[in-house]
């Protein structure tokens, strides 16, 4: 497990389940563009969190890739769900661009309803087929660029399905942190 404090940010990344996070905030949901219980991270929460929680996507769908909504989290353990429409690698270009709007625009509404702690699942790397290392790339790059400009989110956590995962989360993590802390 990694954590490690960047621009006044704890950062970690543990493997395990989402939907069982009971000390974040908000939930990021790798969600389909109708917001609907489907497979992987979106299946697991929809189904923890009970029926309430398609009822009140229903009328904010349909989202575009890159695009985020904020939700009640209703039987989870958190305040609210962040779902985000990844890009489908491949189909939906620029890919790069809309991946990093997905977690530009989670860290947004974050900040928005001033909340301090956020767990992202890896956004796209599923049935989307975003190669999991460019994928992580563009996820840790994105969040170190606007760290310095957050006022209230003072945790995210990476939460992966695999320790592979996990381990590749790592890896790419540590780089650009070293790499970032030599530029500055």
């Given at each position: 497990m990694t954590k490690e404090t960047v621009h006044g940010v704890l950062i970690e990344c543990v493997q395990g389940d989402i939907a069982s996070r009971p000390d974040m905030q908000a939930v990021v949901n790798a969600a389909n563009a109708q917001l609907l219980p489907g497979g992987g991270v979106a299946g697991a929460l929809h189904c923890a969190a009970g029926p309430g929680?398609?009822?009140?996507?229903?009328?904010?769908?349909?989202?575009r890739p890159g695009q985020a909504v904020i939700s009640g989290a209703h039987n989870l353990p958190n305040e609210h769900v962040i779902h985000c429409?990844?890009?489908?690698y491949?189909?939906?270009?620029?890919?790069d661009k809309l991946l990093a709007d997905c977690y530009r625009n989670a860290v947004q509404l974050a900040e928005e309803y001033k909340l301090a702690s956020i767990a992202f699942p890896s956004i796209?790397?599923?049935?989307?087929g975003y190669p999991k290392k460019e994928a992580t790339e563009v996820a840790f790059r994105t969040l170190v660029e606007i760290l310095p400009r957050l006022k209230a989110l003072q945790h995210i956590r990476?939460?992966?399905f695999s320790a592979a995962d996990m381990h590749l989360h790592e890896d790419v993590f540590n780089a650009l942190v070293h790499e970032d802390s030599r530029n500055a």
């Open positions: 929680l398609e009822q009140e996507c229903r009328p904010l769908a349909p989202i429409l990844g890009p489908v491949g189909v939906d270009e620029p890919a796209s790397t599923g049935a989307f990476f939460v992966l």
